[in-house]
């Protein structure tokens, strides 16, 4: 099956400051979505992105299907962006689950 | 509804008991998917549905674990005698808008629940 890596694994920043996720695939995507896992547990859409960038108030994303990968960047850090953020993929035509990724850790320290 | 509803959000329960977990879906969407996320670990897909009908069930880990969709709309997960190796939060999906009587064509963009978070002692 399709593999997906993401890089760091934990990251830890004060508040204020930049990130940058990545998440690597390993065959070409029909869909790749990124979530934000808030502390409570709840898994949050950010960004549906198989391809190009999108902004989104202080986030953004950048997917270059053809190098499969895609970076989610997070500028002034403010402390309610901790949790888990990840990455899914899928395959499409026929092949309709998201496989996900194992998770960047984020802890924004005030 | 206007999002994802699952119940119950807690479920404490003995090795070997059968639990059912429900999802009510986002109103008007044909697809939906349940996922299995361990502590520490990203979710793990296990079945999904387009209306009542199961496309893929090749994610449930054996025949203890079943799922239905009867109309098209609210769906159950049942495990049967349970194990404490299923303890997991168990999340549903929704996505998909049914559109001029076929499903979108359009992006498949998954909504999930709050999750059902099971402990089986």
């Known amino acids: 099956g399709i593999q997906v890596e993401q890089s760091p694994p934990d990251l830890i920043l004060q508040e204020g400051a930049n990130s940058t996720l990545r998440c690597n695939f390993s065959?070409?995507?029909?869909?790749l979505q990124w979530f934000h896992q808030n502390p409570w547990g709840q898994l949050i859409n950010l960004f549906y992105i198989p391809s190009g960038t999108k902004q989104n108030g202080r986030l953004s994303a950048t997917t270059v299907a053809t190098e499969r990968y895609s970076l989610l960047y997070i500028s002034s850090s403010q402390t309610t962006d901790s949790g888990v953020y990840f990455c899914a993929v899928e395959l499409g035509f026929g092949n309709e689950k998201l496989t996900f990724g194992t998770g960047t850790r984020l802890t924004i320290i005030p | 509804g206007a999002g994802v509803s699952q119940s119950p959000r807690y479920k404490v329960t003995k090795r070997g008991q059968d639990v059912a977990l429900r999802c009510d879906p986002i109103s008007g969407h044909v697809s939906l998917y349940w996922y299995r996320q361990a502590l520490g670990q990203g979710p793990e897909f296990l079945t999904y549905f387009n209306y009542e009908a199961q496309q893929d069930k090749s994610g449930l880990p054996n025949d203890r674990f079943s799922a239905e969709r009867p109309e098209g709309s609210i769906s159950t997960l049942t495990i049967q005698r349970t194990e404490q190796r299923d303890s997991a939060m168990y999340r549903c999906?929704?996505?998909?808008?049914?559109?001029?009587?076929?499903?979108?064509?359009?992006?498949?963009?998954?909504?999930f629940g709050a999750g059902s978070r099971l402990t089986v002692l």
């Open positions: 999906a929704s996505s998909r808008p049914f559109s001029r009587g076929t499903v979108s064509s359009g992006a498949n963009v998954l909504t």
């Open positions: 065959d070409s995507v029909n869909n």
